[in-house]
């Protein structure tokens, strides 16, 4: 027989789980459970590339990244030595029109308080020795952008959200939340229910809030990532860097070697069927890429490639907060493959809308609010990137 219901059950251990139930387990809301059905970081977490960067599109997701780095930097050094480390993000284009958009994006940034600058030929060679700096037209370098290790990251919100009291669990992938007296249950077997449900299931979150009658915009889609082998090797301090024309982007990993990814596709994915290993394409484009402008690395080894599946929405911003209409629900998702670097500050910003209410339009997740997808639900292309432009359909 199930006791009385806890006050937040989180559903999803990914990064983005585990730093809301820490968080809200900090502002005392009560009973926290946090469910996952698989392992910690099974999902997209385990497969990201761990790039931090202050150079997004938006005013918010800039402060969300400023807002989670300080917060990672401070997790790693209490929880994960090594796991946040500050390398710097190099960007270039050498398309005209790329490098136009590029240099308007640094200004705008720069104004918004971003620490980013553009840089000529020679400091771009100096900085990324292998590169081939020929016809480039434009360069942007921010040095404090970072590195991290989303798993590590991960496993110390959950230590430390067990800490302030988390009863995380390892569950069978729970298949609705069903709305039942005034709470959530989880459990069919046990009967176990919670006040308040956060959804932070990555790219199961379309289907679990579908078959919970809450139904979402959202996209699951899959990206690519591979760790190569150059020669000579890669030193720990290399800035990461993304090359805007192929939208190839690299970051040093350990032992020498590089973490490159692209290889996006705009199609949607099923996250319990969808090919895990790298496709032979994207590993041949990510060889001719480097090949052209990094041709100082030789020898680019393969060392492995895979894929994981992140979560579009139809304007490519998260969505993160109270679902419209429906008592108790909450979501914490739809990325658009940037998860990593926000989810520790959108964690933080939901907790304090559950514990102190709704702030509106103007609050920390007005932008992001589930309530601007309200009415029917229609499917969508993920169109998602490392791209310049904000808006949900970006030329470049
Ligand atoms: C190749 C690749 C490279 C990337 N590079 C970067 C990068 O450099 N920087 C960056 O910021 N982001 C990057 N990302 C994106 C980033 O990985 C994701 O945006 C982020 O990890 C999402 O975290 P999450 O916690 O929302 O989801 P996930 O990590 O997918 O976690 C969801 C969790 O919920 C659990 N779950 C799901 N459904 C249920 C259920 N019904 N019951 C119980 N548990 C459930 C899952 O098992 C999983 O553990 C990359 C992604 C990939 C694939």
């Given at each position: ?6 006050d937040v059950?989180?559903?999803?251990a ?13 502002r005392?809301?009560?009973r ?7 392992t910690?970081?099974a ?7 761990g ?22 930097a ?6 994960a ?6 390398n710097?993000?190099?960007r ?9 958009a ?24 100096r900085?990324?020795?292998p590169?081939?700096s ?18 590590d990251l ?5 230590a430390?959200?067990r ?7 390892s ?8 709305r039942?007296?005034?709470s ?7 009967g ?49 860097f993304h ?13 020498g ?11 949607e ?17 990510l060889?001719s890429?480097?090949g052209?402008?990094l ?8 060392v ?8 579009a929405?139809?304007?490519?911003r ?8 429906v ?11 940037f ?46 990137g ?6 949900p359909?970006?030329?470049?």
């Amino acid at each position: 027989m199930a006791g009385p219901p806890a006050d937040v059950v989180v559903v999803g251990a990914g990064i983005a789980g585990a730093a809301a139930a820490s968080h809200l387990a900090r502002r005392r809301i009560g009973r926290v459970v946090g469910i996952e059905g698989r392992t910690p970081a099974a999902g997209a977490t385990g497969r990201a590339a761990g790039i931090v960067s202050e150079q997004m599109w938006n005013r918010w997701d800039v402060r969300a990244v400023q807002r989670s780095k300080e917060e990672y930097a401070g997790l790693a050094a209490r929880r994960a030595p090594g796991a946040y480390r500050t390398n710097g993000f190099l960007r270039w284009a050498a398309s005209s029109r790329i490098a136009s958009a590029l240099e308007a994006r640094t200004e705008e940034l720069r104004a918004w308080g971003v620490d980013v600058r553009s840089v000529g030929a020679s400091e771009l060679e100096r900085r990324l020795p292998p590169l081939r700096s020929t016809g480039v037209a434009a360069a942007a370098f921010a040095p404090s952008d970072a590195v991290v290790t989303p798993s590590d990251l991960t496993a110390a919100y959950l230590a430390e959200g067990r800490e302030q009291g988390v009863d995380w669990r390892s569950i069978p992938p729970v298949d609705r939340l069903a709305r039942e007296g005034g709470s959530w249950r989880w459990s069919e077997r046990t009967g176990d229910r919670a006040r308040i449900a956060v959804v932070a299931a990555g790219a199961w979150s379309k289907a679990l809030l579908a078959a919970s009658g809450a139904p979402l915009p959202l996209a699951p889609y899959r990206t690519q990532a591979a760790v190569l082998q150059p020669e000579p090797g890669v030193p720990d301090d290399l800035p990461s860097f993304h090359d805007l024309d192929t939208d190839v982007y690299g970051r040093p990993e350990e032992h020498g070697r590089l973490l490159a990814g692209d290889g996006t596709e705009r199609v949607e994915a099923d996250p319990d069927r969808f090919r895990p290993t790298g496709d032979p394409e994207f590993v041949s484009h990510l060889a001719s890429c480097f090949g052209d402008r990094l041709p100082g690395w030789t020898d680019l080894r393969l060392v492995r490639a895979w894929a994981g599946v992140c979560v579009a929405t139809p304007d490519r911003r998260p969505v993160v907060g109270a679902v419209p209409g429906v008592e108790g629900l909450y979501v914490l998702t739809g990325f658009n493959g940037f998860g990593v670097m926000r989810a520790g500050a959108a964690a933080a910003w939901l907790a304090d809308e559950i514990v102190d209410g709704p702030r509106g339009e103007d609050g920390p997740l007005g932008p992001v609010s589930p309530a601007r997808f309200a009415g029917p639900v229609r499917p969508f292309a993920p169109r998602p990137g490392f791209t310049l432009q904000a808006g949900p359909d970006p030329e470049f």
